[in-house]
């Protein structure tokens, strides 16, 4: 019995780093806060975290402690609790343009071309870093409070969808435009060979392209997506903004 104990707690003291996905933690702010209680001011930490895998995967973690070391550990483990799944691009970019609002923090986030970075700040870009998004700019509205930003910033990537979860609300199979090449469109030369150029061959490669990565095409400008966007609703009556 007592040989099954030490085997127990010996298995409880090693680390199961094979299980665990590889972390990385920011910390975002480390404030003292205090409490009046009978016997007089109680004095803690309080901790925000985020933690996340670089590669799709962020939370972000709150806690208090007495001393600095128990409350960042607190908060990393409250962050493990709040893991939330983002879908990112072959850009490391987001899908499409989103916000996200907590209380009276507001973010927005758009989508950017491939090498243009992280264009944010403040607890919004040790987010957006560590989920793994490479590519983004973001636009913070009202409140400066860190804690809140950050969750906004959880909220909008909460809020992102994919082209397989839309066509699959929708009941629009999107396999049936994964052969069809863009030549159907009857595009101008100019515009039909700036996508062969960016390598965009089938209706189904132009679907997966944000209309800020489109602009970015030599040649191409606003009037070229929006040539785009009207073929594709009168070809094959799919709408996009």
């Known amino acids: 019995m007592t040989t099954d104990l030490k085997q127990y707690n010996k298995q409880k003291k090693t ?3 094979n299980n665990e996905f590889p972390e990385t933690d920011r910390l975002v702010q480390i404030t003292r806060v205090s409490k009046v209680t009978k016997g007089g001011k109680r004095l803690c930490f309080r901790a925000i975290v985020v933690i996340g895998n670089e590669n799709g995967q962020v939370g972000v ?3 208090k402690a007495t001393d600095v070391i128990n409350a960042f550990q607190k908060a990393k483990n409250n962050g493990k609790k709040n893991i939330i799944t ?4 072959k850009s490391l970019s987001i899908p499409h343009n989103i916000s996200g609002r907590f209380r009276a923090a507001e973010i927005i986030l758009r989508p950017s071309f491939e090498g243009s970075g992280v264009v944010a700040g403040g607890a919004v870009r040790s987010v957006l870093e560590v989920a793994g998004i490479k590519n983004v700019i ?5 409140s400066n409070n860190l804690l ?3 969750r906004a910033t959880i909220v909008a990537l909460q ?3 994919t082209m397989s979860q839309v066509s699959q609300k929708r009941n629009i199979p999107i396999e049936i435009y994964k052969n069809i090449s863009i030549k159907e469109l009857q595009l101008s030369n100019r515009i039909y060979n700036g996508l062969k150029g960016a390598h965009i061959n089938t209706i189904l490669d132009l679907l997966e ?8 095409i030599n040649y191409f400008g606003q009037n070229s997506v929006n040539e785009i966007y009207t073929a594709l609703k009168n070809k094959f009556g799919i709408t996009l903004t």
């Open 148 to 150: 809140n930003n950050a």
């Open 15 to 17: 680390p199961q780093s």
């Open 159 to 161: 809020n992102l969808t």
């Open 138 to 142: 973001a636009k913070q509205l009202g």
């Open 209 to 216: 392209q944000s209309p800020e990565k489109l602009t970015v």
């Open 61 to 63: 973690g709150v806690a």
């Open 86 to 89: 983002v879908p990112i691009t």
